[in-house]
C-alpha cells in the first residue's frame, strides 16, 4: 500500500496539472481558463497574468529559476531558450517576476532553423507561441511551456501547429456529422494517440568507439553476428538486471512529468525494447512521445548505455518504428470508433469507420509521404515493418460488415464465442471477434487504428496532423450531404454503401510482408513508394494542396516549404552518411586491412625462409589483397558519386543524386568491408562487432 502512496504522490509532481491549478488559482480565474482551453472564450491579459504569477510561484517553489518556451521546429527535435525569472531594479536588487505576456508568447531567433524559403537569413523574428491545451512542467531547473512556433507573418514552422489547427479542422466537421446524425449531447471531438516507442540500447563504450553511430545513429559497416534473432527468444524475454534499472527509471522520471508511461517489453531483436503509454489527446500525446524520446536518451547514459532512435541502426535484424494508435473520442467520453457488440447496428461508428476508410485510400499517397525519412526507407518493407504500400486491416468482423454494406446494407455482426483450450485444468477465454494483423500498416485493433508506418526517431505531430486533416475532408463530405437531407438514416446508408463500394481495394487481411501482395496491390491500383523522394512528390499534387488548405491546416506555401525541408533532410542525411563511410573505410578499415596484409606477408616470408610452403598465408594474402583493391576502387567510386550529388543544380535533383548514386556506391563499400571483417584479425579490426553491441549488456 506504502509504494502505491508513494506512486500517486510522485505522478506529475512537475506538472501545473488541473488539481495544482485548482488549488492555486481563483475558482473564476480557473473557470475561465478552462473555456479558453476548450475554445470557449478568449484568453485575456488579467487571467494571464494571474496564471503566469501562480506558474512562477510553483515553480519557485519547485527549484526551478528559469522558464523556456519549448517547441518543434522541422528538425523534428525540440527546441528550447531558457530566461530567468530575475528582474533587476534600480538600486541593485532583483525581483522574481513572470508576466502574463511572457507566459503567452516568445521570441527566438529563428533565423537558423529549417523555413523551406518561408523566410530568409536577415528576416531573424519568430515567435513561440503557448500552447495551452499542454500541460507546464518543470524539468530540471527550468519551466518548460510547450508552444507553437511561427514566422512574422504567422506561417508554420513547426510541427505543433498544423496538428493542432488539423485537431481543430476534425472537430468541426465531425460535430457537423454527429449533429446531422441526431446526437446532441457531445459539444467536442478530440483525436487521441498512444504511440508504442521502440529503441535499442548499446553499451556506451561500444557507441564511443563507433563514427558512424555517434553521427549518423546507424552503422554503417557491420558484418552479420553468428547469431542474430533467427531463434525468436528477445520478443517479451526476460530484462538484464542493468536493463530493468534503467527502466525503472525512466518509468519514475516520466511519471513526474505526467508521461503515463504503461507498457515496456524486449522487443523482437536483441537489445531493442519498446514503451508504451496510456492514450491521451493527440497533441499532449505528441509532446509527450518528445519527453519520452529525450528522457530514453538521458536516463540511458547514467546507466552506462546509449539509446538509438534510428529506424534500423543494424542491418539484418528488426528496426524501429512508432506505432500510433489512434482514435476518436468526444468531450461525453464516447470512443466514436469504438464498434460494440452490435457493430452493424450502430450507425455512429459506421459513418466514422467508413469516413476513415474512404480517407485513408483517396489520400494513401498523403499518409506515406507523413512517414518519410531516410531512416524509415531502411525499414520499410523489411521483415519487421509494413510494406511502403498503404491498405488497411479491418479482420473478419469489420470486413463482413463492409461487404454487407457493399451489398445494400449490414443486417448482422459475427461474435468472437469462447476459446477451449482442451483442458479443464483453464478456463474457457472470450474470444474477439477478429485476430490481430502485425504486417498491416494500418490495422483496426479493437476501438483505434494503429497507424503502423511510423519511424521511431519521427514526431509523431506529422502522421497525426495529416490523418487528422484528411479524416476531416471526408467528414465535411458526409456532412454536407448529411445537413441537406430530407430522410438522413436512407442517405446514410447510400454513402456508406458507396464508401464500401468504392474503397473495398484498400482493405486486405493478410500477410502484408509477403511478395504476393506486392503484385495485388498493383493490380489493385495502389501505389508502392519506396523511397523517400519518390513518396514526397505528392505532396505538392494539386488536390492535395486543396485538402490542406480547404482543411485550414497549411497554406500553399507551408506544404511547399515542407515537402523542400524534407527534401533538404534527405540529401544532408546521405550526404553524412556517405562521409562518414568515406573516412571510416578510408582512416580506418583501409588501414587495419593493410596492416594485416603486411602480417600475412611477414609469415609468408619467414615460412618461405624456413623452407615451407605457406600456401594457406598465400591464399589468405591473395583473397585480402583483392578485396583491398576492390575496396579503394569502391571508395573512389562513392567519393565521385558525392561530388557530383552535391554539384546538383535544385533540391529535388541533389534529393535524386543522393538515391540513385550515393546510396548504392554507400552500400558498394560496405559489402566490401563487411567482407573484410570476416577475415581480419579480430584484434585488428577498427570497430566493436555487431555480435559487441547487441549481446552485451
Not at 528488426?318 to 457493430?343: A, I, M, Q, R
Not at 472470450?430 to 514526431?459: H, I, L, Y
Not at 467528414?475 to 430522410?487: F, N, P, R, T
Amino acid at each position: 500500500m506504502s509504494n502505491q502512496v508513494k506512486l500517486n504522490e510522485i505522478f506529475g509532481a512537475k506538472v501545473f496539472n488541473d488539481a495544482v491549478m485548482r488549488q492555486r488559482l481563483p475558482k473564476m480565474i480557473y473557470s475561465d481558463f478552462v473555456k479558453v482551453r476548450t475554445g470557449q472564450k478568449e484568453m485575456t491579459q488579467a487571467v494571464a497574468d494571474i496564471l503566469a504569477n501562480a506558474m512562477k510561484d510553483w515553480a519557485l517553489e519547485h527549484g526551478a529559476t528559469h522558464y523556456c518556451h519549448w517547441f518543434q521546429p522541422m528538425t523534428g527535435l525540440t527546441a528550447e531558450k531558457h530566461d530567468s525569472f530575475i528582474s533587476p531594479l534600480p538600486d541593485g536588487r532583483t525581483i522574481l517576476e513572470f508576466s502574463g505576456k511572457e507566459l503567452i508568447k516568445g521570441e527566438p531567433d529563428a533565423s537558423s532553423f529549417p523555413s523551406g524559403g518561408l523566410r530568409v537569413m536577415f528576416e531573424a523574428r519568430g515567435y513561440t507561441v503557448w500552447d495551452y491545451t499542454s500541460p507546464v512542467f518543470i524539468k530540471g531547473k527550468t519551466l518548460y511551456i510547450p508552444s507553437a512556433f511561427c514566422t512574422y507573418n504567422g506561417q508554420a514552422l513547426d510541427k505543433k501547429t498544423p496538428l493542432l489547427r488539423s485537431m481543430d479542422a476534425l472537430n468541426k466537421q465531425a460535430m457537423r456529422v454527429l449533429r446531422a446524425l441526431g446526437e446532441v449531447e457531445p459539444l467536442s471531438v478530440t483525436p487521441t494517440l498512444g504511440p508504442e516507442q521502440e529503441y535499442f540500447l548499446v553499451d556506451r563504450k561500444f557507441f564511443e568507439q563507433r563514427l558512424d553511430l555517434m553521427l549518423c545513429g546507424r552503422t554503417v559497416y557491420g558484418a552479420p553476428p553468428p547469431r542474430g534473432q533467427e531463434m525468436e527468444d528477445h520478443y517479451f524475454g526476460s530484462m538484464h538486471e542493468r536493463v530493468s534499472a534503467f527502466m525503472d527509471e525512466v518509468n519514475l522520471e516520466l511519471w513526474k512529468l505526467g508521461v503515463s508511461a504503461k507498457t515496456q517489453h524486449h522487443e523482437v531483436a536483441p537489445a531493442q525494447y519498446e514503451i508504451a503509454p496510456i492514450f491521451t489527446t493527440a497533441n499532449v500525446a505528441t509532446d509527450h512521445n518528445q519527453i519520452t524520446m529525450e528522457t530514453l536518451q538521458k536516463v540511458a547514459r547514467r546507466h552506462g548505455f546509449v539509446c538509438l532512435m534510428h529506424e534500423k541502426p543494424f542491418a539484418g535484424v528488426n528496426g524501429s518504428g512508432k506505432h500510433n494508435n489512434w482514435s476518436l473520442v468526444t468531450d461525453t467520453g464516447t470512443n466514436l470508433l469504438d464498434p460494440g457488440t452490435t457493430p452493424h447496428e450502430n450507425m455512429v461508428f459506421l459513418v466514422f469507420l467508413c469516413a476513415v476508410i474512404r480517407a485513408v485510400d483517396k489520400y494513401g499517397p498523403l499518409l506515406r509521404a507523413s512517414v518519410a525519412n531516410p531512416g524509415n526507407e531502411h525499414r520499410l518493407g523489411a521483415n519487421e515493418a509494413p510494406p511502403a504500400i498503404v491498405s488497411i486491416f479491418l479482420g473478419d468482423q469489420l470486413t463482413d460488415i463492409v461487404e454487407q454494406l457493399a451489398a445494400g446494407g449490414a443486417k448482422t455482426s459475427k461474435q468472437g464465442g469462447s476459446l477451449k483450450l482442451g483442458t479443464s485444468l483453464l478456463p474457457p477465454l472470450p474470444k474477439d471477434c477478429t485476430d490481430r494483423n502485425r504486417t498491416s500498416p494500418f490495422a483496426f485493433t479493437g476501438n483505434k487504428f494503429e497507424f503502423r508506418m511510423v519511424g521511431s526517431s519521427q514526431s509523431t505531430a506529422g502522421p497525426c496532423f495529416t490523418l487528422n486533416t484528411i479524416v476531416a475532408d471526408v467528414l465535411m463530405e458526409i456532412a454536407d450531404v448529411l445537413e441537406k437531407s430530407q430522410d438522413v438514416r436512407a442517405d446514410v446508408q447510400k454513402l456508406l454503401k458507396q464508401f464500401a463500394t468504392d474503397h473495398a481495394r484498400i482493405i486486405f487481411n493478410g500477410d502484408n510482408y509477403g511478395p504476393e501482395w506486392v503484385l495485388e496491390a498493383q493490380r489493385r491500383g495502389l501505389p508502392n513508394l519506396r523511397s523517400t523522394v519518390e513518396s514526397l512528390a505528392p505532396m505538392l499534387d494539386k488536390e492535395h494542396v486543396a485538402l490542406f488548405e480547404r482543411q485550414g491546416v497549411l497554406g500553399r506555401h507551408e506544404l511547399q516549404a515542407r515537402t523542400e525541408i524534407l527534401y533538404e533532410n534527405y540529401s544532408k542525411t546521405l550526404n553524412i552518411e556517405a562521409g562518414v563511410t568515406l573516412e571510416i573505410a578510408k582512416r580506418q578499415i583501409l588501414p587495419r586491412c593493410m596492416r594485416y596484409a603486411t602480417r600475412l606477408a611477414r609469415s609468408i616470408k619467414e615460412l618461405t625462409a624456413a623452407e615451407a610452403d605457406a600456401p594457406v598465408q598465400k591464399r589468405e594474402l591473395h583473397k585480402v589483397s583483392r578485396l583491398i583493391e576492390e575496396l579503394s576502387g569502391a571508395i573512389d567510386a562513392l567519393e565521385k558519386a558525392v561530388g557530383k550529388a552535391r554539384a546538383s543544380d535544385t533540391t529535388l535533383s541533389k534529393a535524386e543524386s543522393f538515391r540513385d548514386e550515393v546510396f548504392p556506391a554507400m552500400g558498394a563499400v560496405r559489402k566490401i568491408a563487411d567482407t573484410l571483417e570476416t577475415l581480419v584479425d579480430a584484434d585488428l579490426w577498427p570497430l566493436p562487432s555487431y555480435a559487441q553491441m547487441l549481446f552485451t549488456r
